[in-house]
Every structure is written in structure tokens, then in C-alpha cells.
């Protein structure tokens, strides 16, 4: 499912404008992405859990001239699942 299936999807359980359910879903990413930016977490009870996790310095290989560079660390959007949405999977 892409976004513009999800926003159709949105509107008609929500029974809304194809409009209004962008606007809703726009809000709802950007609420995200600017709690994460903060280092702070965003729990949806039952859905899960969007974080910031840390990825570590480390060395890799240049695939074109193999030779080996060094990869900063750096932060991560990370999600846990939360128990009603592994049910729903399973």
C-alpha cells in the first residue's frame, strides 16, 4: 500500500474527504518526524513505538576502489510494535 491508497483508505473508514484525510496523515508524519528530531519518543498505544536509536561509528569498503572509509555514527528512526498490532499479524 502506498500513501495515496492509504489517504483513500483513510477517508472511507473515516468517512471524510480525500483532502482532509491527507491533511490528517501529513499532520500525523510531521508530528512525528518533529518529536523524533527532538530525541524523544512517540508511543500509539497497541500500534507501537517510534524512537531514536544510535548507530555506531564503524569502517566500510568503497564498492568502486575497495578501499576502506570510515562511516560516522548517527542517529536512526527506529519502530517496535507494539502486542495488539503483532496480534493482528499473526
Known amino acids: ?39 524523544q519518543s512517540v508511543t500509539l498505544v497497541g500500534f507501537g513505538t517510534f524512537s531514536v536509536g544510535q548507530r555506531a561509528a564503524r569502517s566500510g569498503r568503497n564498492p568502486r576502489t575497495g578501499e576502506v572509509i570510515k562511516i560516522k555514527s548517527a542517529k536512526v528512526p527506529k519502530f517496535k510494535a507494539g502486542k495488539a498490532l503483532k496480534d493482528a499479524v499473526n
Open 1 to 39: 500500500m502506498n500513501k495515496s491508497e492509504l489517504v483513500e483508505h483513510i477517508a472511507k473508514s473515516a468517512d471524510i474527504s480525500k483532502a482532509a484525510a491527507a491533511r490528517s496523515l501529513d499532520a500525523m508524519i510531521d508530528a512525528v518526524k518533529t518529536t523524533l528530531k527532538k530525541n
